[in-house]
């Protein structure tokens, strides 16, 4: 290869690998709106739509000759065969830890991913790196070792991903087959098993073809009946188990919100800030301000200054209830984890309105019933961890 070819195959190489990080880091907000569909639905279904793109793919480059060659050596046929199942299994993970809520630990498996090719590129392929370069994976591996130190807990899913890819990437760099040819023939090795899930999950009733009575694709399917909640990780039922906190509370307005059109607002009306028209209506309206609910509720009132009002939004030096409550969350002990005392109890309020109401439940066909032991540790004392625990699901 002589010299101008070189930094120009060197130059595509880093733009298609920008290119396919790029594609990474949006496939999340695809695969979570398939969030009711099975992971190894989707990766089989990836499999078999992938096959007839990358016929088309061979057509076009005229490569099925490449095929035949790559297919008529057993070396070949054996490393794309052991390929396509690391291939395979890091898709599955993937999409698993996406649809599972896990994203954040995909994608830590991924940033740790071109350590680990650096890795096996130097030991491995024996490929020679400088002192400078050995600075930077040295760097890269102090910081890469904080972040583990703070993901332990799925930190498997990490480490799975990364180890499958880079072997992955290791055996596609040393097989004789380029990318497309070595992809068709992974996928074809694959497509018996995907086929073969398909079926069998539509034997059994699943959705996997379309629209189906109801059912479909698209993540707006009825749940499956075999589908449970793991409690353990969003609540503390199990001492032994650390439960994720809740997402926190996002207390900021959507930008759109801030400036409604002119279709929405129509000229010369120059309030164009949805907050501020709820603030205006709610006061002509005589809405109670956030310290007159407060009072009401006899919660600790939370004055203007503690609220970061430095001005009077035209409540007679209150504030308007719906900043209340969201300012109220966003300050400590709340710190964005759990409303306060106002906005909490008016969401309880409305619950324990609704079971009020509801014939079947315990409120209505009995008014003055308070959960007491066995059901309750102790009087006056239940968490939603004891209802749990009580129904036999915890």
């Known amino acids: 290869m002589n010299g101008a070819a070189q930094p120009d195959r060197k130059g595509r190489g880093f733009a298609l690998g920008l ?5 990474w880091g949006v496939l999340p907000i695809y695969f979570k709106l398939l969030g009711g569909v099975h992971a190894i639905d989707i990766v089989a279904h990836r499999i078999l739509w992938s096959l007839p ?6 057509a076009l480059s005229r490569q099925w000759q490449d095929i035949r060659a790559a297919l008529g050596q057993r070396r070949t046929l054996a490393t794309l065969g052991l390929t396509a199942i690391l291939i395979g299994g890091n898709w599955l993970l993937y999409v698993h830890a996406v649809t599972s809520a896990h994203i ?102 699943a959705p996997v073809f379309g629209p189906d009575g109801g059912f479909n694709l698209n993540g707006g399917r009825p749940i499956p009946p075999d589908l449970v909640i793991e409690w353990k990780n969003i609540l503390p039922v199990d001492p032994g188990f650390p439960a994720r906190k809740p997402r926190k509370i996002d207390t ?78 966003e300050l400590p002990p709340n710190n964005v984890e759990r409303l306060g005392a106002v906005g909490g109890r008016i969401v309880a309020e409305v619950l324990v309105g609704v079971l009020q109401r509801d014939p079947n439940s315990y409120l209505y066909l009995d008014p003055a019933w308070k959960p007491a032991p066995p059901i309750a540790p102790a009087i006056g004392q239940f968490t939603f961890v004891d209802l749990l625990r009580f129904a036999g699901a915890a």
């Open 19 to 23: 290119l396919a990080y790029a594609l």
């Open 53 to 58: 793109f990358l016929a088309l793919l061979l």
């Open 104 to 205: 954040l630990a995909a994608s830590f498996g991924y940033y740790l991913n071109p350590l680990a090719n650096v890795l096996l590129g130097r030991f491995v392929l024996h490929e020679r790196l400088s002192r400078l370069q050995w600075v930077a994976v040295a760097i890269a591996g102090a910081g890469i070792s904080v972040l583990a130190a703070g993901a332990l807990g799925q930190l498997w899913i990490s480490l799975t991903l990364c180890v499958s890819f880079a072997l992955y990437g290791l055996l596609r760099k040393v097989v004789a087959a380029d990318a497309v040819v070595g992809l068709s023939i992974e996928t074809g090795l694959l497509l018996l098993i995907a086929i073969a899930w398909l079926a069998w999950r539509g034997s059994s009733g």
């Open 252 to 329: 900021r307005l959507s930008l759109p919100l801030t400036a409604l059109p002119s279709s929405v607002v129509p000229p010369p009306d120059p309030t164009i800030h949805l907050a501020v028209r709820n603030s205006m209506r709610g006061k002509h309206v005589g809405l109670a301000s956030g310290q007159q609910v407060a009072r009401a509720m006899r919660a600790p009132v939370l004055t203007n200054a503690t609220l970061g009002l430095s001005n009077d939004p035209g409540w007679a030096g209150e504030a308007p209830l719906w900043y209340y409550i969201l300012k109220e969350a």
